[in-house]
């Protein structure tokens, strides 16, 4: 955390020193954040628990009404690209506009979002360990399908290695975010009208799981023109 501070404020002094920090946004956010134990894991990787999805989002933007602020909602990555299109004067996608939300928006006229009912879905395929969550702002339900248990025992060589993995059939958890906010007590989706909800919004996305529980399974093959580009981020 030291390290990125630091970094960050070298940017914003050049900025400064440039005459350019009062006419650019700014985006500081994180792609996942890290387990320290409060579940019995650490890092990141397959866990679902808040302390590993949750992500800081600081924004800067003279397109802001007012300065300093914070919203109470729910937002994700995919929700990022829209205030900075917003705040750079460009036009917004009809396919972002459809399926993500304006921060500057938020912001700036908060009456015109209500959030009450948003639901966000992530999912995660590593190792041959699938899951997914279903968010909205007060319940989670957690899903763990199958995991592929040749790709697991090829990596981990014995289940015990990783205790929460499931195996033979898909298990799901709902917390009851506006009561268990650290996730300490699940309960079951069907004796919980929110864990109900959220179940039904599961199946709905089925397909959509499916492929994003996917990734990270097997091997994927790279083709040239990637592999350039990543080799030129170092």
């Given at each position: 955390?030291?390290?990125?501070?630091?970094?960050?404020?070298?940017?914003?002094?050049?900025?400064r020193?440039a005459?350019?920090?009062?006419?650019?946004?700014?985006?500081?956010?994180?792609?996942?954040?890290d387990?320290f134990?409060?579940?019995?894991a650490?890092?990141?990787?397959?866990h679902m628990?808040?302390?590993?999805?949750?992500?800081?989002?600081?924004?800067?933007?003279p397109?802001?009404?007012?300065?300093?602020?914070?919203?109470?909602?729910?937002?994700?990555?995919?929700?990022?690209?829209?205030?900075?299109?917003?705040?750079a004067?460009?036009?917004?996608?009809?396919?972002?506009?459809?399926?993500?939300v304006?921060?500057?928006q938020?912001?700036?006229?908060?009456?015109a979002?209500?959030?009450?009912?948003?639901?966000?879905?992530?999912?995660?395929?590593?190792?041959?360990i699938?899951?997914?969550v279903?968010?909205?702002r007060?319940?989670?339900?957690v899903?763990h399908f199958?995991?592929?248990e040749?790709?697991?025992?090829?990596?981990?060589?014995?289940?015990?290695?990783?205790?929460?993995?499931v195996?033979?059939?898909?298990?799901?958890?709902?917390?009851d975010?506006s009561?268990?906010?650290?996730?300490?007590?699940?309960?079951s989706?069907?004796?919980h009208?929110?864990?109900?909800?959220?179940?039904?919004?599961?199946?709905r996305?089925?397909?959509?799981?499916?492929l994003?529980?996917?990734?990270?399974?097997?091997p994927?093959?790279?083709?040239?023109q990637l592999?350039?580009?990543l080799e030129?981020?170092?």
């Amino acid at each position: 955390l030291a390290f990125a501070d630091h970094e960050l404020g070298r940017l914003f002094d050049h900025l400064r020193g440039a005459g350019l920090w009062d006419e650019v946004t700014v985006a500081v956010t994180a792609d996942h954040a890290d387990a320290f134990g409060e579940h019995g894991a650490y890092r990141h990787a397959f866990h679902m628990w808040d302390e590993v999805l949750r992500v800081p989002l600081l924004l800067r933007s003279p397109a802001f009404k007012e300065r300093g602020g914070s919203v109470d909602r729910l937002f994700g990555h995919h929700d990022l690209a829209i205030p900075l299109l917003d705040a750079a004067g460009l036009g917004v996608p009809d396919e972002l506009a459809l399926h993500g939300v304006s921060i500057l928006q938020e912001m700036n006229d908060p009456a015109a979002y209500d959030a009450k009912d948003r639901i966000l879905v992530q999912g995660a395929g590593v190792h041959g360990i699938r899951r997914a969550v279903v968010r909205s702002r007060t319940g989670k339900l957690v899903a763990h399908f199958p995991t592929q248990e040749g790709t697991f025992m090829r990596k981990f060589g014995s289940r015990a290695k990783v205790p929460s993995a499931v195996f033979g059939k898909q298990k799901r958890l709902f917390f009851d975010i506006s009561a268990d906010p650290f996730e300490r007590n699940p309960l079951s989706p069907e004796d919980h009208p929110e864990g109900r909800r959220l179940s039904a919004d599961l199946a709905r996305r089925g397909r959509l799981m499916a492929l994003m529980t996917e990734a990270g399974v097997g091997p994927r093959r790279i083709d040239k023109q990637l592999r350039r580009r990543l080799e030129s981020l170092g």
